[in-house]
């Protein structure tokens, strides 16, 4: 078990680092100072905006939810109150 | 009727309202995904850009018309304006919603017809799909854009004839809303990075 976690471990290293010899993207290479800027402008911006999307709708979801808590109860309606007939629980 | 340690009555079941209407959460999962759509159609024109030689625009290609589609930019965040104020009217119940929410279908459907106008003479001035860089960047990214306006303007129509009808509730007015504020804001970002 430990063998096996150590091996992919060292697997999924290996392909990180392979990854970066692989210069699949014609402007990691580029001889152009304005591409290369570019291309690590978007890339941060690619990197960013999921996580900028996920971490705000988190933190709005939190928010709605302290919000929903901290709102005084809805009291319940007569109307369910009421005795339901003969499978009623109450009666 | 006996009361739980809670003091709420049995058999009524505690339920919690949902955080956000279902319709609202789908849109929004949608919106995300558009705008990474989006962002990698102008992460790819950035970089398509930057690597044009001879500079960018390219030359020997049409100018694009930059005050004209200014003008049609403010259409298009007025169109924004007018869908915000037609909720704020909404909310009140106000018979304002109905003439603010046809204000800002009026104002897209504007937007659409002035783009199209724009397109024929780009393309009478020889600027196409095909004809270079700067071509197929515009039209895939404009067109795009254009085709979700269109979506958007299919939408607010809908919704203008469940207000007709009375029958408008806010779980469908939020959605169309969300998808709406979505075309606005990004095409702001789209004319700052194709028209200037």
């Known amino acids: 078990m430990r063998l ?25 290479a580029s001889p152009l100072e304005e ?16 996580l900028m999307m996920m971490g705000g709708f988190i933190w709005w979801v939190r928010r709605r939810i302290r919000a929903m ?8 309606p007569e109307s369910l109150l009421r005795d339901a007939g003969r499978f009623s629980k109450g009666g | 009727m006996p009361d739980d340690a809670l003091g709420r009555p049995y058999g009524v079941p505690a339920r919690r309202a949902p955080v956000l ?13 558009e705008i990474m759509f989006f962002s990698g159609l102008i992460s790819a024109f950035v970089i398509g ?22 003008l049609n930019t403010a259409a ?10 037609a909720n704020r009217a909404f909310k009140k119940s106000s018979p304002n919603t109905k003439r ?21 003479a780009l393309i009478r001035e020889g600027l196409t799909l095909t004809s270079g860089q700067l071509g197929g960047f515009f039209y895939l990214l404009v067109g ?24 408008l509730d806010r779980f469908t007015f939020w959605p169309a809303q969300i998808f709406w504020y979505f075309v606005v804001g990004v095409w702001p970002v789209l004319y700052w990075q194709v028209y200037l």
């Not at chain 2, 298009?76 to 104020?85: D, I």
Request: charge should be negative.
């Open chain 1, 35 to 50: 591409n290369r800027q570019a291309f690590v402008d978007t890339t941060i911006f690619l990197t960013l905006v999921p």
């Open chain 2, 100 to 120: 603010l929410l046809l204000l800002a279908i009026g104002l897209g459907g504007f937007f659409v017809l002035f783009q199209g106008a724009e397109w024929v």
């Open chain 2, 21 to 33: 209407p279902n319709g609202v959460l789908g849109m929004l999962i949608f919106v995300a995904t």
């Open chain 2, 76 to 85: 298009l965040l007025a169109s924004g304006v007018a869908l915000y104020f």
């Open chain 1, 69 to 76: 808590d901290e709102a005084p109860e809805i009291p319940v």
């Open chain 2, 144 to 167: 795009s854009h254009a085709l979700h306006v269109v979506a958007g303007f299919i939408i607010l129509l809908y919704t203008y004839r469940r207000l007709s009808e009375g029958n």
């Open chain 2, 49 to 70: 850009k930057s690597n044009a030689v001879g500079g960018w625009p390219p030359p020997g290609q049409p100018r694009l018309p930059v005050e004209e589609t200014a």
């Open chain 1, 4 to 28: 096996t976690r150590l091996c992919a471990s060292a697997l999924l290293l290996w392909a990180a680092w392979a990854a970066d010899l692989a210069y699949a993207c014609p402007s990691c």
